[in-house]
């Protein structure tokens, strides 16, 4: 904890002087800072230190950017914009064809399912008629009996069994 402490307030001290040094205090924070220079002698040396760095920063060569530099900086961007462009493009085209394929299955699958309505209604009708089979195989026979009541009562006594419940 301690070390951090003393981590934590050499950091303030240095961004202090930082800004000492390029006149970004305000008035009464530099007559501070400049009092505590009056009477630190760690707080000098710091401020030497920092002072030491800025007149060498001021004594390097400023590297200017040629004009190969900028061209082949230039030529760069643009390969990459490039390549960007082409896997926008790419990405966009595999959108198209996923559509394509997606409403072609959509139609495929619709028309698929209308077919198997079609036929089921087409072949309602057959159907009916093979549930209507029994009584269509004997519609000479039933032609001479008086009422469907009759016919219900020789169900009721088991005169039909063995030839299932359609048979009437």
């Given at each position: 904890?301690n070390?951090?402490?003393t981590?934590?307030d050499a950091?303030?001290?240095?961004e202090?002087?930082?800004?000492?040094?390029d006149?970004?205090?305000?008035?009464?924070d530099?007559?501070r800072?400049?009092r505590?220079?009056?009477?630190d002698v760690a707080y000098q040396?710091?401020?030497a230190?920092?002072?030491?760095?800025w007149?060498?920063?001021d004594i390097?060569?400023?590297?200017?950017?040629?004009v190969?530099?900028?061209?082949s900086t230039?030529?760069?961007?643009?390969?990459?914009?490039?390549?960007?462009?082409?896997q926008l493009?790419?990405?966009?085209?595999?959108?198209?064809?996923a559509?394509?394929?997606?409403?072609g299955?959509?139609?495929?699958?619709s028309?698929?399912?209308?077919?198997?309505?079609?036929?089921?209604q087409?072949?309602?009708p057959?159907?009916?008629?093979?549930r209507?089979?029994?009584v269509i195989?004997?519609?000479?026979?039933?032609r001479?009996?008086?009422?469907?009541e009759?016919?219900?009562?020789?169900?009721?006594?088991?005169?039909?069994?063995g030839e299932g419940?359609?048979?009437?």
């Amino acid at each position: 904890m301690n070390v951090e402490r003393t981590q934590l307030d050499a950091a303030v001290v240095e961004e202090e002087l930082v800004a000492y040094l390029d006149g970004e205090l305000e008035a009464a924070d530099q007559v501070r800072v400049e009092r505590r220079l009056a009477d630190d002698v760690a707080y000098q040396q710091k401020l030497a230190q920092l002072q030491k760095a800025w007149d060498l920063l001021d004594i390097l060569h400023k590297a200017e950017p040629d004009v190969e530099f900028t061209r082949s900086t230039v030529e760069m961007v643009a390969i990459q914009e490039g390549k960007e462009a082409e896997q926008l493009q790419a990405a966009a085209e595999r959108r198209k064809v996923a559509w394509w394929i997606g409403g072609g299955l959509a139609v495929a699958l619709s028309a698929a399912a209308g077919f198997v309505v079609v036929q089921y209604q087409l072949q309602a009708p057959e159907r009916q008629l093979l549930r209507d089979l029994p009584v269509i195989e004997r519609v000479d026979q039933y032609r001479h009996v008086e009422s469907v009541e009759f016919l219900e009562r020789l169900r009721q006594e088991g005169l039909f069994a063995g030839e299932g419940e359609d048979a009437i």
